[in-house]
């Protein structure tokens, strides 16, 4: 899919790009181009430049095909599953738990959104007592608890409120006496004689439930009800006198008004189609901010090896050395660190660009200020001329100059370290007032609800 997509890129690289097309400052950007000199000094050039800029678009046309592929299942799925069929909603099966369904009632006048709460589906009287006998080898057993058997009781009942696996409710009717409480704990700890408790189980489920039924006086409505609440009456009506069939048959016609019910249309496939382009956008910008930011962490470290940078020239100079010798001698040092650790700093590949220069035969001045323009700080344009002016003149308090510049790069360096831990505190600010919050929620709404 990746060879797709370049190719695709690439073809709107050439269109975006042609000579006269007004989008070409956008995919040509001076600052991107910039940037990746920084980054890279022998290697950015044009052709870097158009590679970096298909690999985005590249990444974009991957991004945009996988959205619109997504918002077309997602359209496909919800326009399939919004019509009901047959007028069936399919109910859970017993120990599912209830399904709240979200409907819409299309009748000729008017569209109704309601929501049914779907119980599950209730066992019937014969499926129930077959499976009675089994039941009760089961909560015998259960009830027993560490107990042997009925003979012989010295542990604790497990009343339970049901076993696993069935689907009858127990309550527990037992009168308290002083060998045991109406939970099945045993008071005594010694008895004279064995004692007989009569303990009955109240098993019920479906029909086998208890029903109380209150005396109410109902009147006439002052308000004439709506067909939302004559359709929700109905389903809930249908739905109890349904719970033993698999699904709810929903009504097809109420009050000789036909009614067409089908499922609410989802959003996902609209919010994929209007993400996706976003996303794009975001991220074709992004890889311009990254690279940004990868030029403001170069110019950082710049100025952190500044001082090391410094000190290490004017000790080699201050040991005799000549400061081709010594630019030399420090270059050295990195290279054969770098092949150990593998890391890369920036200051001291611009002092191994500066010696390929001087090895190619441009002059010492040139060179030196060569160094100074790529590195852009204040700092090193402030070295490069005074090495340079060292070479042009040759001052004899070189040494001087550069320790006293090593002494001052350390003290900025502590500014500048003082500087980021002011700036990590400032980001912890917000976690700690978030965690202040919670503390106060912590202490103030147990106190609050014992007030109440």
């Given at each position: ?25 956008f ?25 970096y ?9 991957m ?5 619109m ?25 017993y120990?599912a ?42 909560l ?16 604790d009942?497990n ?11 127990i ?23 064995p ?13 086998y ?5 209150f ?20 389903l ?47 991220i ?7 690279l ?100 042009r003149?040759?001052s004899t ?5 550069l ?5 001052l ?44």
């Amino acid at each position: 899919m990746k060879k797709f997509c370049r190719r695709i890129a690439e073809t709107v690289y050439a269109k975006l790009s042609g000579s006269g097309s007004r989008y070409y400052q956008f995919l040509h950007n001076a600052q991107v181009y910039q940037d990746m000199k920084l980054l890279e000094p022998t290697g950015a050039n044009a052709a870097k430049h158009k590679e970096y800029v298909i690999e985005k678009l590249t990444l974009c046309v991957m991004i945009l095909l996988t959205g619109m592929v997504l918002a077309l299942l997602f359209f496909v799925q919800e326009t399939g599953e919004k019509q009901v069929e047959d007028n069936a909603l399919y109910r859970n099966q017993y120990g599912a738990g209830v399904k709240n369904v979200t409907l819409i009632a299309n009748t000729e006048e008017e569209e109704i959104r309601l929501t049914v709460e779907l119980g599950e589906r209730e066992y019937t009287l014969e499926e129930l007592i077959e499976m009675e006998e089994d039941f009760y080898a089961a909560l015998t057993k259960s009830f027993l608890g560490e107990n042997s058997s009925q003979d012989a009781v010295s542990y604790d009942l497990n009343l339970v409120a049901a076993v696993e696996g069935y689907p009858f409710q127990i309550g527990w009717l037992l009168e308290e006496s002083e060998y045991m409480d109406n939970t099945g704990h045993l008071l005594k700890d010694t008895l004279e004689e064995p004692v007989i408790q009569e303990i009955v189980a109240d098993v019920g489920c479906g029909e086998y439930q208890r029903y109380y039924s209150f005396a109410v006086c109902v009147h006439s409505r002052s308000v004439p009800i709506s067909m939302e609440e004559k359709l929700k009456k109905e389903l809930l009506r249908t739905e109890a006198v349904s719970r033993k069939e698999d699904f709810l048959l929903l009504p097809s016609e109420y009050q000789q008004e036909a009614i067409i019910w089908e499922y609410p249309g989802g959003h996902t496939g609209l919010l994929f189609l209007i993400l996706t382009p976003l996303t794009v956008i975001l991220i074709y910008l992004g890889k311009d901010k990254d690279l940004h930011q990868k030029v403001e962490k170069r110019e950082e470290q710049l100025r952190i090896d500044y001082p090391e940078l410094v000190s290490k020239l004017a000790l080699l100079m201050g040991a005799g050395m000549t400061i081709a010798n010594a630019w030399n001698r420090v270059v050295e040092d990195y290279c054969k660190k770098k092949e150990k650790t593998g890391q890369k700093r920036f200051a001291y590949e611009e002092m191994l660009i500066t010696l390929h220069e001087l090895e190619s035969g441009i002059s010492q001045r040139d060179a030196l200020e060569h160094f100074g323009k790529r590195c852009r700080a204040p700092c090193y344009i402030k070295l490069a001329t005074v090495l340079s002016q060292n070479m042009r003149k040759g001052s004899t308090n070189v040494f001087d100059l550069l320790r006293e510049e090593a002494a001052l790069a350390f003290e900025d360096r502590k500014k500048l370290a003082k500087k980021k831990g002011e700036q990590a505190g400032t980001k912890l600010l917000f976690p700690m007032m978030i965690l202040l919050a919670m503390v106060m929620i912590l202490l103030i709404v147990p106190a609050f609800t014992d007030f109440i």
